[in-house]
């Protein structure tokens, strides 16, 4: 929950001098709206991918205040790397980053997990995003394809099973497709419709290494 010292985002953009980031909005929370919303024409960006585009925006910040290179392209790649699954790579990062001056443990710390983001955008600035647009139906379209596909094989298969004498009742029975998301980091397993309206499939481990609020 937002205090009165704000969320870890709102922090974030203290410790850094994030206010003015946004290339294209004159305050970082305002630009964050706005590609967040899709306002003034943009693709609306999901939480997962605003945050990205915030936790770039960071680094870049810290690149340049370390005299660090910070093109584009540059900063997408080591931002890949500090995220890494692979210890090795992420390793060589950080070590890249500290010859120049760079604490990278502690950039990471302060870095923020979509779940933040989600707050900050919903709660610190009490933003609301209409709701689903047609551009967001295909998905939920082909997910439904998905499911009748693997009910209809399902069925076939165990109608063969049945022809066969391995397995009695099919006929008398309906098959239940249900997709499933699970945490890579906790048992935590939810049906796929639940992950979709609330946004996450786990609160705490929405992000990999930065901590939420
Ligand atoms: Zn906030
Ligand atoms: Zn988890």
Redesign the pocket.
Known sequence: M?TDL??K??AAVKRYGLESADPVYESIDRGLLARWKGSDDRTPMGYRSLTEWFNKRLLKRVYDEHGRDSLGARVDSDYEALRSDDELVREEMIESLSADGIDAERVLEDMVSYGTMR??LQ???NGDKAPQTAETEWERESIEVAREVAREKAERALSSLETKGQIDGVESSSIEVQIQLSCESCPTRIPLEVAVKQGYVCETHDQTPAASH
């Open positions: 937002p704000g969320c985002v709102d707050n900050h709660e610190c600035l």
